[in-house]
T-cell receptor, first 108, second 117 residues
Framework: GIQVEQSPPDLILQEGANSTLRCNFS?????LQWFHQNPWGQLINLFY???GTKQNGRLSATTVATERYSLLYISSSQTTDSGVYFC??????????FGAGTRLAVHP | GAVVSQHPSRVICKSGTSVKIECRSL??????MFWYRQFPKQSLMLMAT?????????EQGVEKDKFLINHASLTLSTLTVTSAHPEDSSFYIC?????????????FGEGSWLTVV
């Protein structure tokens, strides 16, 4: 099956800093998504981005489908950005295979 | 927007008993729902695909007789952990996609924390 690798596994930032999270897929996916899981476990869908670039406020994502990777950019990080960021995709129609996640801690 | 609700959000049960977790799509119909399990500080692992009106499809390594899934209506799927043991303690999350939606947004429930003592 598809393998999803995320990097870095852990990230500590000072408030206001920028960061880039990466997601690599072992095979092509057509339903790549990024999620944020808050400390209470709630998963929030950030982007559905099988290809191209999207932006939503301080967050943006770029997927290069031909090279099987996606990047999530967080600019001017805030403490509320803390949590775990997952990318997921593949596995068939709407059946998501999740990466191991990037644990982000933003300190004031 | 579409909302998926899970109940209970937290449950503690004794070893050997069964516990049922509900996943409801509150304002849309879902022919397919997905159940995931997440152990502490780990990723989400897909357990099974719940299909309305038919049997669930289980992922490799998931015991279908232990994790009973019923999708009796277009708005409700249930996961029953039978004869629960402490190693079943985990965070269980469901997801759903609106039937007929030409988009690709997956909605996740709030999750259910199961502790088996």
């Amino acid at each position: 099956g598809i393998q999803v690798e995320q990097s870095p596994p852990d990230l500590i930032l000072q408030e206001g800093a920028n960061s880039t999270l990466r997601c690599n897929f072992s095979d092509s996916v057509n339903n790549l998504q990024w999620f944020h899981q808050n400390p209470w476990g709630q998963l929030i869908n950030l982007f559905y981005i099988p290809s191209g670039t999207k932006q939503n406020g301080r967050l943006s994502a770029t997927t290069v489908a031909t090279e099987r990777y996606s990047l999530l950019y967080i600019s001017s990080s805030q403490t509320t950005d803390s949590g775990v960021y997952f990318c997921a995709g593949g596995g068939g129609y709407n059946k998501l295979i999740f990466g191991a996640g990037t644990r982000l801690a933003v300190h004031p | 927007g579409a909302v998926v609700s899970q109940h209970p959000s937290r449950v503690i049960c004794k070893s050997g008993t069964s516990v049922k977790i509900e996943c409801r799509s509150l304002d849309f119909q879902a022919t397919t729902m997905f159940w995931y399990r997440q152990f502490p500080k780990q990723s989400l692992m897909l357990m099974a695909t719940s299909n309305e009106g038919s049997k669930a499809t289980y992922e490799q390594g998931v015991e279908k007789d232990k994790f009973l899934i019923n999708h009796a209506s277009l708005t409700l799927s249930t996961l029953t952990v039978t004869s629960a043991h402490p190693e079943d303690s985990s965070f269980y999350i469901c997801s759903a996609r609106e039937r007929g939606d030409s988009g690709n947004t997956i909605y996740f429930g709030e999750g259910s924390w199961l502790t088996v003592v």
